[in-house]
Nanobody, 120 residues
Framework: QVQLVESGGGLVQPGGSLRLSCAASGSIFSINAMGWHRQAPGKQRELVAAITSGGTTNYADSVKGRFTISRDNAKNTVYLQMNSLKVEDTAVYHC??????????????WGRGTQVTVSS
């Protein structure tokens, strides 16, 4: 009942930047936390960054100082600005969101992911 669609991935050289977007749609009453996770080949999915509806943020140590998460509550959209990208940032990036549906039930949804490749 809630769809998340990511965009903004691609190929970038080391040291470059990308901005990911994720828009949520559906029977949404409110969204609490939104976040970005990533999964590299052969590795487990890991949290990259998360943000609450009030703007409190949390980052993985590996991206602190380089990535910035933000959200537009009016648009139910979360962003991930990625600067100073490294080869080890290469992964499929998934967004997720949790909140309340219009029928009063809680939800947690995931997007299908967008590929980020950092290579020279």
């Amino acid at each position: 009942q809630v769809q998340l669609v990511e965009s903004g991935g691609g190929l970038v050289q080391p040291g470059g930047s990308l901005r990911l977007s994720c828009a949520a749609s559906g029977s949404i009453f409110s969204i609490n936390a939104m976040g970005w996770h990533r999964q590299a080949p052969g590795k487990q999915r890991e949290l990259v960054a998360a943000i609450t509806s009030g703007g409190t943020t949390n980052y993985a140590d590996s991206v602190k100082g380089r990535f910035t998460i933000s959200r537009d509550n009016a648009k139910n959209t979360v962003y991930l600005q990625m600067n100073s990208l490294k080869v080890e940032d290469t992964a499929v990036y998934h967004c997720n969101a949790g909140g309340v549906l219009t029928n009063g039930r809680g939800f947690e949804s995931w997007g299908r992911g967008t590929q980020v490749t950092v290579s020279s």
